[in-house]
């Protein structure tokens, strides 16, 4: 079955910027979506359609895309973006919804 | 404003089926372009997308679940329910229902916003 890979973790210095990536052989053809999720809240859509930011979402949140590998940036990381991030899209056929593994990020 | 509330027991037996209800408000279910889909999360785990019903009574499931999924909609109530059958300890979870949209260059959509979620434990 298609999957798309997330590292476990990534560790960032308030700040700076932190680059959480998303690989999947798929994603030249599918959108990919971000989910933040804060321990016992449900998830948060941050980046949709590879790189559009919803109403309200901090403009240091950020998406970009480039072959099978899609990118979430956060610029100059606070304290509040230590979360659990996910990556969304679809299978290759478009009829089948994959997520990402997740990746912890922590603010050092 | 768009809210949704997952409902439905909180344990079950093993092999025993689920039936968890999502109703909402703020959209319709007969507007084109827009679903309901349902996700789960195990306790420390990641997100595992199940089902999800679009406004044309089109329905999509995980192909890993799909045996044991029903996924339907009942749009004069706002409700979506999802069944499970053959429950298993395996599939203890977080169980949430989010609002999904589709438009002509995506394929499955996002989903936004996402319900509050219900935890759900299999256990004899």
């Known amino acids: 079955s298609y999957e798309l890979t997330q590292p476990p973790s990534v560790s960032v210095s308030p700040g700076q910027t932190a680059r959480i990536t998303c690989s999947g052989d798929?994603?030249?053809?599918?959108?990919a979506y971000w989910y933040q999720q804060k321990p016992g809240q449900a998830p948060v859509l941050v980046i949709y359609?590879?790189?559009e930011r919803p109403s309200g979402i901090p403009e240091r949140f950020s998406g970009s895309s480039s072959g099978t590998t899609v990118t979430l940036t956060i610029s100059g990381v606070q304290a509040e973006d230590e979360a659990d991030y996910y990556c969304q899209s679809a299978d290759s056929s478009g009829t089948s919804v994959v997520f990402g593994g997740g990746t912890k990020l922590t603010v050092l | 404003q768009i809210t949704l509330k997952e409902s439905g027991p909180t344990l079950v037996k093993p092999t025993q089926t689920l039936t968890l209800t999502c109703t909402f408000s703020?959209?319709?279910?007969?507007?084109?372009?827009?679903?309901v889909g349902w996700i789960r999360q195990p306790p420390g785990k990641a997100l595992e997308w199940l089902a999800l019903i679009y406004w044309n009574d089109d329905k999509r499931y995980s192909p890993s679940l799909k045996s044991r999924l029903t996924i339907t909609k009942d749009t004069s109530k706002n409700q979506v329910v999802l069944t499970m059958t053959n429950m298993d300890p395996v599939d203890t979870a977080t169980y949430y229902c989010?609002?999904?949209?589709?438009?002509?260059?995506?394929?499955?959509?996002?989903?936004?916003?996402w319900g509050q979620g219900t935890l759900v434990t299999v256990s004899s």
């Open positions: 359609k590879d790189s």
């Open positions: 989010a609002h999904n949209e589709v438009s002509a260059d995506t394929a499955t959509g996002w989903f936004d916003p």
């Open positions: 703020g959209f319709s279910l007969s507007t084109s372009g827009v679903g």
């Open positions: 798929a994603l030249p053809k599918q959108y």
